[in-house]
């Protein structure tokens, strides 16, 4: 049984720069919600993807925007990439339907990007 | 701003002593999950307490949420090695799950 998985493992983009992010959730999930956690920091919710809808919104720019597609799979972009946004991007998948409580995340290897 | 805080932010500890993190929130949470992540890794669930004053073990683990729900505990008996990395806390606040900033626990052979 496959768990969740994000691709790529790194990247490095230059400031202005777009980017896109990749997530396949755990077999059987539905709901995929990004993370950004910083160096030494936790994981920030960015926003949560259910039924192809975005439910949940963190406090993060409209330069962040997401995707989710009929089997589940999920993007991230990141559009006029900052120095800031240099940052480990976690997906986590889970079953519990947005706005619900939330109980475990299965939590993907993450994304390094680093911003130049 | 962080609504979540945890202490303390570094433990260094020699094998085979005890270890406790403190989580603490602004808000009554209507549960609480605590997640470790390795160097290098990714977090990974360990587990979650819903009911007021709930204690759970996972053997050397010992979880707490307390009577008012705003605030919980992870207690770690006669640590080794394997227990090294960190330890999050995060609970659902407006529909958004909120990581503390973690304790980062370093053991001493």
């Known amino acids: 049984d496959a768990g969740v998985t994000q691709s790529p493992t790194h990247l490095i983009k230059t400031r202005g720069q777009q980017v896109t992010l990749r997530c396949s959730p755990k077999s059987g999930h539905d709901t995929v919600s990004w993370y950004q956690q910083a160096l030494g920091q936790g994981p920030q919710f960015i926003f949560q993807y259910y039924e192809e809808e975005e439910r949940q919104r963190g406090n993060f720019p409209d330069r962040f925007s997401g995707h989710q597609f009929p089997n589940y799979s999920s993007e991230l972009n990141v559009n006029a990439l900052l120095l800031g946004d240099s940052a480990l991007y976690l997906c986590?998948?889970?079953?519990?339907?947005?706005?619900?409580?939330?109980?475990?995340?299965?939590f993907g290897p993450g994304t390094r990007l680093t911003v130049l | 701003g962080q609504q979540v805080m945890q202490i303390p932010q570094y433990q260094h500890v020699q094998e085979g002593e005890d270890f406790t993190t403190y989580c603490n929130s602004s808000?009554?949470?209507?549960?609480i999950q605590w997640y470790k992540q390795r160097p290098g890794g990714h977090p990974v669930f360990l587990i979650q307490l819903v009911k007021s004053g709930e204690v759970k073990k996972q053997k050397r683990l010992t979880f707490q949420f307390g009577e008012a729900k705003k605030n919980s505990s992870l207690h770690i008996t006669a640590t080794q090695t394997t227990d090294v990395g960190t330890y999050f806390c995060?609970?659902?606040?407006?529909?958004?799950?909120?990581f503390g900033q973690g304790t980062t626990l370093q053991v001493k052979p």
């Open positions: 995060a609970g659902p606040r407006t529909g958004k799950l909120i």
């Open positions: 986590a998948s889970s079953l519990v339907p947005a706005g619900g409580t939330y109980n475990e995340q299965f």
């Open positions: 808000t009554t949470l209507s549960n």
